[in-house]
């Protein structure tokens, strides 16, 4: 079988073979044990994709923008990547959201390429996995990463952090752009599309983002309130050009810089927590966890005050053994 | 100034006064130095509270649930805990939910205690909190604590994974079933509400809770869904009995004290987590950390393999330095 070290797969993902590609991303959802080689070689290679980061609520028309979006960026001769990421959906497994962007126009066009990405499980596992695969798109070469999810709460809003340049689409309608905002993502959003604009409505939804936008406080950037008819392509020129617009900003500011050496340290900080976490449980081992867990549960301590001790007796327990 | 010690802030709780009460709470929230012994004073006396988590919607009508279920629960004598978490809210502070209950006639009863809790900044923060406070109401004697908090993500759903039963709150129509599934509340309720049911649309949406509970698959509890019209108390009863007997339930089949260890862990391993982390940063520096991450930022090395290799060398320094 092909591409059985890291360095082939590597090799063939950066010569264009999406198959490989594919594969590597699957080692990175999985944990497979050349998982780390992947990364740190991949890792080493990027930091030149531009990310941007598209969500709203289901429905509001985020995979046809996105659809359009990659026509466009297809069509000035840049390849791009679209990361479909679906939290919450545990029966499809995430693949809806891929699957209507691979069914247009795309199908058989080289230059793209889409991967999606469910919950199989646990919620925090694909919030964790997002960075990692999105650090490996940009290590294989292409200058625009698309990251797609449904923005219904604390989960998605992490997902998008990972962006440059976070696009936020809701529908004309007032219970759209609350909801919106009760899900934080006024705070994220750094361009707003207003789809369906050929609906009822758009300038009573223009007017409430406005003010709710403006309530939230001084921002170097005032971020755009972009209407769209997704389906017939009006508007995308209008989205495109404020995302440039915001990159422009962002890169003329060095508020780009800050925002990735924040993002990286975040990622770093949150793998700290991992391993130490692990170290710590397999150091300690199943069963003194257990006994103190029974304890707890017997109220002879308290949660607490146990983890404290149960820290401090590993560090000691580290001194001695050696 | 009273109660400076916190024996006599933990006496002065469980004589009933309220302002002691309130006090070991905001040092709770606070971090002050004193909390770790209120805490565990607390804990220990803990574990006779039955804990209901009630969520929905903004508007859906949990306030006037709640209000009715404080009247419901005084009537038969027992004194009554809420703790209303708002952490969406930072312009409120999360006054409002604890504020409309307050309002109504329970202000002068002092066998009902409620607390407010909004997010002063970071949202993990109140996640965090939500079950120290309730351990601490459940130490103070509450035969039933509420924690009432807004339905829109995973923030929420942690926060009411602190509850023995969680009641779910909706109203007559399709999207708001579809908010809730979406929002992930589907499988956290054990029981559901659809509130201002004289409201066209209540068939439709039992209907179709009923069915999508059905694609959770296999129950041990099959959740009720309850019709209620909060502000006549029309439903009030029935909800009641919901909880009851599904608190009976919990207790006949083992499933309480299960689930109720499995929180204690859960809270003693997130203790554990911030302990660990608060200990490797305080150990290593601020230096080392900034000169690490910016290896990282400049893609000299990356970040999860920077996180092993300084947990790694954190572990041999500790080794070495006794």
Same mark, same amino acid.
């Given at each position: 079988?092909?591409?059985?070290?890291?360095?082939?797969?590597?090799?063939?993902?950066?010569?264009?073979?999406?198959?490989?590609?594919?594969?590597?991303?699957?080692?990175?959802?999985?944990?497979?044990?050349?998982?780390?080689?992947?990364?740190?070689?991949?890792?080493?290679?990027?930091?030149?994709?531009?990310?941007?980061?598209?969500?709203?609520?289901?429905?509001?028309?985020? #995979?046809?923008?996105?659809?359009?979006?990659? $026509?466009?960026?297809?069509?000035?001769?840049?390849?791009?990547?679209?990361?479909?990421?679906?939290?919450?959906?545990?029966? $499809?497994? !995430?693949?809806?959201?891929?699957?209507?962007?691979?069914?247009?126009?795309?199908? !058989?066009?080289?230059?793209?390429?889409?991967? #999606?990405?469910?919950?199989?499980?646990?919620?925090?596992?694909i919030?964790?996995?997002?960075?990692?695969?999105?650090?490996?798109?940009?290590?294989?070469?292409?200058?625009?990463?698309?990251? @797609? $999810?449904?923005?219904? !709460?604390?989960? %998605?809003? %992490?997902?998008?952090?990972?962006?440059d340049?976070?696009?936020?689409?809701?529908?004309?309608?007032?219970?759209?752009?609350?909801?919106?905002?009760?899900? !934080?993502l006024?705070?994220?959003?750094?361009?707003?599309?207003i789809?369906?604009?050929?609906?009822?409505?758009?300038?009573?939804?223009?007017?409430?983002?406005?003010?709710?936008?403006?309530?939230?406080?001084?921002r170097?950037?005032?971020?755009?309130?972009?209407?769209?008819?997704?389906?017939?392509?009006?508007?995308i020129?209008?989205?495109?050009?404020?995302i440039?617009?915001?990159?422009?900003?962002? @890169?003329? #500011?060095?508020?780009?810089?800050?925002?990735?050496?924040?993002?990286? @340290?975040?990622?770093?900080?949150?793998?700290?927590?991992?391993?130490? $976490?692990?170290?710590?449980?397999?150091?300690?081992?199943?069963?003194?966890?257990?006994?103190?867990?029974?304890?707890?549960?017997?109220?002879?301590?308290?949660?607490?005050?146990?983890?404290?001790?149960?820290?401090?007796?590993?560090? @000691?327990?580290?001194?001695?053994?050696?």
């Amino acid at each position: 079988m092909a591409w059985t070290t890291p360095q082939d797969l590597i090799e063939g993902a950066l010569g264009g073979d999406r198959r490989a590609l594919a594969r590597i991303i699957t080692r990175i959802e999985d944990g497979h044990q050349t998982a780390p080689e992947l990364l740190a070689t991949l890792f080493e290679r990027g930091g030149h994709a531009y990310v941007i980061g598209l969500t709203g609520a289901p429905g509001a028309g985020k #995979s046809t923008i996105t659809d359009q979006l990659i $026509t466009l960026i297809r069509a000035s001769g840049d390849e791009v990547a679209v990361l479909a990421v679906d939290p919450s959906s545990p029966f $499809t497994g !995430g693949a809806i959201l891929g699957d209507r962007i691979r069914m247009q126009d795309h199908a !058989g066009d080289a230059g793209v390429y889409i991967r #999606s990405m469910g919950s199989r499980g646990h919620l925090g596992g694909i919030a964790a996995a997002t960075p990692r695969v999105v650090s490996i798109l940009d290590g294989a070469g292409f200058p625009f990463v698309i990251v @797609e $999810t449904v923005g219904v !709460g604390q989960a %998605e809003v %992490e997902i998008v952090e990972n962006a440059d340049t976070t696009v936020v689409v809701v529908n004309p309608g007032w219970g759209d752009s609350v909801q919106a905002n009760k899900a !934080g993502l006024l705070e994220i959003g750094d361009t707003f599309v207003i789809n369906k604009a050929d609906r009822p409505g758009v300038n009573d939804t223009m007017r409430d983002l406005r003010q709710m936008l403006e309530l939230g406080g001084d921002r170097t950037w005032e971020p755009p309130v972009v209407p769209s008819v997704a389906t017939s392509g009006e508007g995308i020129d209008e989205i495109w050009q404020a995302i440039k617009d915001h990159r422009k900003h962002l @890169e003329s #500011s060095g508020e780009l810089a800050v925002a990735r050496r924040h993002r990286l @340290e975040l990622e770093f900080r949150r793998a700290m927590i991992d391993e130490l $976490t692990t170290r710590a449980e397999a150091s300690a081992g199943r069963q003194a966890l257990t006994a103190l867990v029974d304890q707890v549960t017997l109220r002879e301590i308290d949660p607490w005050t146990a983890a404290r001790r149960f820290v401090a007796e590993l560090a @000691e327990e580290n001194t001695r053994g050696h």
